[in-house]
């Protein structure tokens, strides 16, 4: 995924709509796995930065860890791989795998 990454360079495309169907201006809350599977790179981007945006509110008064570009698209590509993912609701999977990071990095030697 590294390649497709700089292929389409980080971030997302201004231009590039995320997938899914919107709600208030967000698809945060409504994109699932069936959507994340038919988008293209740049539309899985653009689509994690509007996750990420949601899921990671500021000043919401609650501090959660975020997922890198990169991290987001290994958790989303290989949860929606699953055999009935359809409906998995990527905000959620998002979330849960943030809530982890932190152990995770504690696991790996990488938390100070």
Known sequence: MAAALAAVGCGSDSNVAPVGQPLAGSVSQLVQCSDWNDASVPEKLTTIEDIRSHVNQEDSGVTASELTDEEAL???????????SDSFRLNVMYARAAAFKPLQEVAEGAAN
């Open 74 to 84: 290994d958790v989303f590509d290989h949860g929606c791989a699953r055999p009935a």
